[in-house]
């Protein structure tokens, strides 16, 4: 039985994220500041961190700044959905994912049975190189396969290729051309239109909503690149 530490002002929020979570067969521990969240964390295994950001006496990220000090267990930080500022010094100051609200809690089961499981093979700290992880995305390049969620996506070998390229270099824009010659290996002549073709594919399969992806993402004028 794994522990999940569940932390969050809103006390209806946190009885319902238990009842979730204790359906899958967690154990819950509940705390309602960050300064509970720690002397939580403190005197128990905890296995993952679902924590909001917004909240009174010590905020989620100051918290998960104390908790990264000393332990690189998942923490999944929950935001408003128009918060993207925090969205991003929650990503870049250690959190794993993060979810908005209101949140899906079938899509946020999944985030947190990933995470879990992704802490328990490689928790100790030793990345394995051939393995690329975000969110609920993972890449194993030893079995060349793909999970969303823990669930295996098929991709083409195009395809892979691509979300290979940009995973490997997180937050970096590549043009069309850079994208087809890493991939092609070919001329680049009317590239645009293949490769848009193939991200649109990618979309469909990895983002929960294609039509407003969080993960392969579009720089007008630029490029793709893959965002945490």
Not at 64 to 73: A, F, L, Q, T
Request: hydrophobic share 35%; net charge negative.
């Amino acid at each position: 039985m794994y522990n999940v530490l569940v932390c969050d002002d809103e006390k209806d929020i946190v009885s319902a994220l238990e009842i979730y979570l204790r359906s899958d067969g967690y154990e819950v521990f509940t705390a309602y500041n960050g300064r509970e969240a720690l002397e939580i964390m403190d005197r128990e295994e905890i296995q993952l961190v679902l924590m909001d950001i917004m909240m009174p006496e010590m905020d989620g990220i100051e918290t998960m700044c104390k908790i990264r000090e000393k332990s690189n267990v998942p923490v999944i930080l929950k935001t408003e959905k128009s918060e993207d500022t925090d969205k991003v010094l929650g990503l870049t100051v250690g959190a794993d994912d993060y979810v908005t609200k209101p949140f899906n809690p079938v899509e946020l089961q999944a985030r947190v049975k990933s995470q879990i499981r992704r802490y328990m093979q490689l928790g100790s700290g030793q990345m394995v190189q051939t393995k690329l992880a975000a969110g609920g995305i993972e890449l194993d390049d030893k079995l060349k396969e793909v999970t969303l969620d823990g669930e295996k996506v098929n991709l083409t070998r195009t395809e892979y290729d691509i979300l290979k390229l940009l995973m490997e270099h997180p937050g970096e824009v590549f043009s069309p051309t850079q994208i087809y010659e890493a991939v092609w290996h070919g001329n680049p002549c009317g590239v645009e239109n293949t490769v848009a073709v193939h991200i649109r594919h990618l979309r469909e399969k990895l983002e929960y909503d294609p039509a407003n992806p969080r993960y392969l993402t579009v720089v007008w004028g630029r490029g793709y690149r893959f965002s945490r």
